[in-house]
T-cell receptor, first 113, second 112 residues
Framework: NAGVTQTPKFQVLKTGQSMTLQCAQD?????MYWYRQDPGMGLRLIYY???????DKGEVPNGYNVSRLNKREFSLRLESAAPSQTSVYFC????????????FGPGTRLTVL | DQQVKQNSPSLSVQEGRISILNCDYT??????FLWYKKYPAEGPTFLIS?????DKNEDGRFTVFLNKSAKHLSLHIVPSQPGDSAVYFC???????????FGSGTKLNVKP
């Protein structure tokens, strides 16, 4: 039981490059989330998916797209990376029976030069 | 503008004493509150939660207090242990639990 896994752990991009951050959970949770963590800002919600087939914007969705591929997987895509997207990205999942506690992955540290 | 605020970026406490971490929020519609703990290079892990219908919830050494009129919650850790040294985030959610709003975190250092 791996919980929430994220790939890659680290990534360096040049401005304008694209990439996809992968997230998978094996807890059969319906809800999945993408956050970014910046110094002094805490975690800010980028996008979330309340169930398979649905996605919604969070607080800071600009510059990102998401895909809920199936119940297990939720990916985050940066189409044209910008230095302002340098951050640590966390994926999380939750379910009603967990008391809405969110289970987080280990994070992806992304640097955009 | 942040809807959940943790105004103390850091807190230092002696081992065995009480640690009190504070959190304020602006949206009176928040229905559910959680505390997470985060070690470096790891994702946050859930610590304790409280519903807006309660004013206190305990789990071992951890107690969360909610003051709805003041829009304030606090996390008490008694007794504090060196292993409690981490960053603590509070988070709040509306009734639908789809969006969680996090504070900026408080770094707790428990000195042996």
């Amino acid at each position: 039981n791996a919980g929430v896994t994220q790939t890659p752990k680290f990534q360096v991009l040049k401005t304008g490059q694209s990439m996809t951050l992968q997230c998978a959970q094996d807890m059969n949770h319906n809800s999945m989330y993408w956050y970014r963590q910046d110094p002094g800002m805490g975690l800010r919600l980028i996008y979330y998916s309340a169930s398979e087939g649905t996605t919604d914007k969070g607080e800071v969705p600009n510059g990102y797209n998401v895909s809920r591929l199936n119940k297990r997987e939720f990916s985050l895509r940066l189409e044209s990376a910008a230095p302002s997207q340098t951050s640590v990205y966390f994926c999380a999942s939750s379910e009603a029976w967990t008391g809405y506690e969110q289970f987080f992955g280990p994070g992806t540290r992304l640097t955009v030069l | 503008d942040q809807q959940v605020k943790q105004n103390s970026p850091s807190l230092s406490v002696q081992e065995g004493r009480i640690s009190i971490l504070n959190c304020d929020y602006t949206n009176s519609m928040f229905d559910y509150f959680l505390w997470y703990k985060k070690y470096p290079a790891e994702g946050p892990t859930f610590l304790i939660s409280i519903s807006s219908i309660k004013d206190k919830n305990e789990d071992g050494r951890f107690t969360v207090f909610l003051n709805k009129s003041a829009k304030h919650l606090s996390l008490h850790i008694v007794p504090s242990q060196p292993g409690d040294s981490a960053v603590y985030f509070c988070a709040a959610s509306l009734y639908n639990f789809n969006k969680f709003y996090f504070g900026s975190g408080t770094k707790l250092n428990v000195k042996p």
